[in-house]
């Protein structure tokens, strides 16, 4: 897929993904550079993507041949100043706000373009300046009446005419861009974001952007089929039903996108019938596919094996939570569905789109699978619809071992300047830095799980992913305390964090004879901390995933696919920071 198709989806991750892999190929094309930055940008990494954009803001704009293109790139600063200002919740928020607004009108003003106005004119009323607002709204409206060549002209009309309060403009226009736009979700979900403050800051009814609302997002799960005799969670004979409701239950919500495993079954139907529809299935496999296809599609038949292999090549894209772990223990495909789950929340959030979880289940409660699937959804708070599997109640067949593998958050940390100490500052290091770290850690109390220091660098293992992540905030917040002003800490610059979630091994450290924990899982979380930069967090992605359904009151911001130390792989990671936080840099 392209850059563009992948922005649309509202795949902004992918976009900057490839985007990347194109200039690290040797494309310098002025376009491609221009996503990278879009695509952050849209993602919310507001820090990765003004540096990301240091060198298109030296362009001589005027001279690029695209005179679209040109004004998009001069529109950069602007853009990013808007950002940072609706990030921002302290008294400099409206100062911020007008600082934004003057770079669009600069914009504005040398292209003699409507786009940067109605920026302008927006974040001039909500900066209190409401009658520059409507004179500039005024002067760019005739240049986007009616008819509309494309989307974006009827947006920017809806814009202007929202400001100056013309209501039966704005709904036209909006009907009309709702129109041109079906499926660009990304830039239905970026006006819709926009004009949404400006509603509210004048006291509209948001109605006039329901046009605009983008298809929801899913997280699909439900049971593995049972053949031949019509006992068991979903038999062959309720397939056909299944299906059909599947397909109205899609349709009915407005189900677009979704995230989930490919099993025999109940997964694959949806992914079928997402298809079908012109959806993009996201595959959430909870170990690799061999091992997968051998646990929970090869058993039920060589037809599901087929059908498996169809939906996968036709995926959006696969994700393997657990690349380097295998068996079948329940502990793995329940995490990999919270992963799924979290990766919903996450996809929702970037299109502004509802959430749903389609189960196809028997309605029968458990601790393990789909009734496991569903009490954690509804746990925070998402709306699950059930589709009658039709089946008995009756589990069919072997259930997955328990195993003795818990998931479990990780970090890892360093103090950068450590090595820079006197060997007579260290006695005070320890005691004023590290103690401080210390300090923090009682304060979770047995929510930390495992501890082990040596020098300067900390390993913990918490209960949840959202203490770890709060824990991470903290450690930073906690070092820049200690050594702000002490001459003899001035090497010290920061720490670095990692930090990582998944199924690991419980256990006994034989040297220390503490509590410990084990696996892959852990040595991944390690891998990670010394590609971090100092003063930040960074996750992977089944932490950000996690974090979102767990505390959605702190931010992941994506920062792209990066090696990890001793060629331990490349992951998709994010830096941890706490929502409205001042970004760095």
Known sequence: MTIESLMADGNYLAAYDEARLLLNKGDSALRTRYLAVLALARSGALTQARSAAEDLLDVDVLTVPDRGLGLDIDALRARLAKDLAFEATGADRPQLLADAARAYEAVHRRWDDAYPAANAATLWTLAGERPRAAELARSALPSVGEPWEDYWAAVTCAELALVIGDLGLAHRAVVAAAVMGPHDYASRAATRRQLARLCAHLGLEADVLAPLRNPAVAHATGHLPVAGDGRGRFPRAAEGAATAEVARVLERE???????????????????????????????????EEAFVRASVAPFGQDWVERFRACLAAARSVTVVNDALHGEEDVLFRFGSRVAMGMVRLRAQAMEAPAVQVAVWDGVAGETGVAADVADWEAVRGRSVVVD???????????????????????????????????????????????GLGKVLEGFGDVVLARQTWGDAVHVVMRDTASAARCALRWQESVAETTAGSPLLASVSGLRISGHVGPVHPGRDRIRDEDAFFGAAVVRAARIEPRTPVGQTYVTEQFAALLALEAPELRCDYVGIAPTAKDYGALHLYHLRAAGAASPG
Do not use: H
């Open 389 to 435: 599997s039709g089946g008995t109640g009756e589990a069919v067949g072997r259930e997955p071992p328990s195993g003795r593998r818990e998931v479990r958050a990780m970090l890892f940390c360093d103090v950068a300047g450590f090595s820079g100490l006197p060997d007579e500052v260290i006695p005070l290091f320890m005691d004023v830095v590290m103690g």
């Open 254 to 288: 407005g189900v677009r996108v979704a995230f989930g495993s490919l099993a025999a079954g109940a997964d694959i139907l949806v992914a079928e019938q997402l298809a079908a529809r012109g959806g993009a299935y996201n595959v959430v496999l909870p170990f690799p």
